[in-house]
């Protein structure tokens, strides 16, 4: 079987054999799932109502800044999720076990998604208060665009490569180095001095108490989101790789 | 979503802060629609194996072979593993 076999639906799949015990490693498994998914459609319900019914509406920005309680923690999460990806990928190469890499691929593969959900936010944002969908002068945009845009490449050149060892090793190379490089972005936009982009949190913040409360409530909840639906990914992900198991041993594929 | 429309202030003319939320959340849908599409074709692959594997038992039985009992044969004439607990 090729590394990236073609799913009939047209998506691309991953064949993460771990050489030895190939069972082991693909075999389904959804401890906490349940309680991970009711834990986040609650956390979601509380986070809603905290932004709606709760927080007070913010003098100069009005009801725009609630954008933020949304925007905000995809950002944080996604970006986080980059780095983790980047982690879940030295794990990878230090034990050569390949349930790392599928990890590392899920969680990197769900930070882009939330990514798009930052960019479109962002943007109704920028629309809403600068009067432009996009300022191409301000760097936090122009950085996390940059990010994305970096990890959008991650799949064409995982696919790109049939052998499978060599696809597990050089996306957790890319993983590694992508991963590395997001926090020194972070780090260089909060250093630059000409920024239009408000600062939620650290010392330019001055969010009052409830608002504090409301945008750390969201962050648990979309946190909670992410997790849940790495979960999700990663248990389908397992399972269709443990029917292809069966159905190659049986001699159907 | 309607409960969280009708909170919104009539005088702001916020319509974007709407607009963010319902991105957010048709994006969520489109992803939980396309995890839910995989898994229907997963439980059709599941399926089609399931009869498979009893047609194939159906037909070691009639040719006198006899039931495995856990374990079956392959194509590849290799004795399959027990299924995982």
Redesign the interface.
């Known amino acids: 079987m090729n590394a990236s076999s073609r799913h009939p639906a047209g998506s691309t799949e991953i064949d993460h054999r771990p050489p030895g015990d190939g069972e082991r490693a693909s075999r389904p498994s959804v401890p906490g799932l349940r309680t991970l998914s009711i834990l986040t459609v609650a956390a979601m319900g509380i986070a809603l109502c905290l932004v709606f019914f709760y927080a007070p509406i913010e003098l100069e920005e009005g009801l725009l800044q609630k954008i933020f309680y949304l925007h905000v923690p995809l950002a944080i999460v996604s970006l986080c999720g980059f780095v983790l990806g980047g982690i879940m990928a030295i794990a990878h190469l230090r034990t050569r076990d390949r349930s790392w890499d599928l990890r590392s691929y899920v969680t990197i593969h769900m930070s882009l998604i939330f990514g798009v959900g930052v960019l479109l936010t962002g943007s109704i944002w920028a629309r809403g208060s600068w009067g432009h969908w996009w300022v191409w002068s301000e760097p936090t945009l122009v950085s996390y665009l940059i990010v994305f845009l970096l990890y959008a490449t991650y799949q064409p050149l995982r696919f790109a490569i049939e052998d499978p060892e060599r696809q597990a090793r050089y996306a957790s190379v890319f993983a590694i180095v992508a991963g590395a490089f997001v926090p020194l972005n972070f780090l260089a936009v909060r250093l630059s001095t000409s920024y239009l982009h408000p600062r939620v949190l650290g010392s330019a913040s001055n969010l009052p108490g409830s608002m504090r409360f409301t945008f750390l409530v969201s962050l648990v909840a979309i946190a909670l989101l992410f997790a849940t639906l790495c979960s999700y990914e990663l248990t389908a992900k397992r399972t269709r790789m443990l029917l292809r198991s069966r159905s190659r041993i049986l001699g159907y594929q | 979503m309607a409960i969280?429309a009708n909170?919104?202030?009539e005088n702001?003319g916020?319509g974007?802060?709407a607009?963010?939320?319902i991105?957010?959340f048709v994006?969520?849908m489109i992803?939980l629609a396309i995890?839910a599409?995989?898994?229907s074709?997963?439980q059709r692959?599941?399926r089609d194996?399931q009869a498979?594997?009893q047609e194939?038992a159906r037909a070691d039985e009639t040719t006198g072979r006899g039931a495995t009992g856990g374990a079956?044969q392959?194509?590849?004439g290799?004795t399959?593993?027990r299924e995982?607990a």
């Open positions: 969280f909170a919104l202030p702001t916020d974007y802060v607009a963010a939320y991105v957010f994006l969520l992803y995890m599409l995989r898994l074709h997963v692959d599941l194996l498979r594997t194939s079956s392959g194509h590849d290799q399959l593993e995982p």
